[in-house]
């Protein structure tokens, strides 16, 4: 199975800062990883995928880079929704693993 | 509008079997692969099983292989996931997610719609 990290596992920021969370995978995938975002008591919800392309109807701060082993995601201009927790996804093989979260809280 | 709406869970016992089921709206159900992803408390998502528009390809994770059977019914719009031989660590909140994409360079999957979830609780 392919293994994906995430760094950091916590981050601390205020509004209006940016932050960068990186995601590395155990082998080449290409450009087959998503990103998404969770709050408590709510699914995933879709963020980015094919490593850069942004999801209908999420804001422009977020960006996805990268391929082959290493991703990250930017969120520029923080906000107060987007205080959650993150995660990736690879999409390249089955079992189409996570990553084990980042999350974002309010410094 | 693009609905999931997972039903089934509770409290079993381990050993015990249950039956999930996610009724799925507001877009054609036979045309994209579906999955079952899990999430045990304070941890991230598991991605447990998929089966693709036709039931032509199955693929259950390892941790379930043997136990857990998807399936589906695209005259009734639904998903299913059979789990048997219920054990403590199968506890999670269970998601039903869409695949979009077609799995190629130019059109990569994604799980853009996902259900509300539903807690499993395996305990004795």
């Known amino acids: 199975d392919i293994q994906l990290t995430q760094s950091p596992p916590f981050l601390s920021a205020s509004v209006g800062d940016r932050v960068t969370i990186t995601c590395r995978a155990s082998q080449g995938i290409s450009k087959f990883l998503a990103w998404y975002q969770q709050k408590p008591g709510s699914a995933p919800r879709l963020l980015i995928y094919?490593?850069?392309t942004l999801q209908s109807g999420v804001p422009s701060r977020f960006r996805g880079s990268g391929s082959g082993t290493e991703f990250t995601l930017t969120v520029s201009n923080l906000q107060p929704e987007d205080f959650a927790t993150y995660y990736c996804q690879q999409l390249n093989t089955y079992p189409f693993t996570f990553g084990p979260g980042t999350t974002v809280d309010i410094k | 509008e693009v609905q999931l709406v997972e039903s089934g869970g509770g409290l079993v016992k381990p050993g015990g079997s249950l039956r999930l089921s996610c009724a799925a709206s507001g877009f054609t159900f036979s045309s994209h692969t579906m999955n079952w992803v899990r999430q045990a408390p304070g941890k991230g998502p598991e991605w447990v099983a998929c089966?693709?528009?036709?039931?032509?390809?199955?693929y259950h994770a390892d941790s379930v292989k043997g136990r857990f059977t998807i399936s589906r019914d695209n005259a009734k719009n639904s998903l299913f996931l059979q789990m048997n031989s219920l054990r403590t660590e199968d506890t999670a909140v269970y998601y039903c997610?869409?695949?979009?994409?077609?799995?190629?360079?130019?059109?990569?999957?994604?799980?853009?719609?996902w259900g509300q979830g539903i807690l499993v609780t395996v305990s004795s």
């Open positions: 094919g490593a850069s």
């Open positions: 997610a869409r695949t979009s994409g077609s799995g190629t360079y130019n059109s990569p999957y994604y799980f853009d719609y």
């Open positions: 089966v693709t528009g036709g039931s032509h390809f199955i």
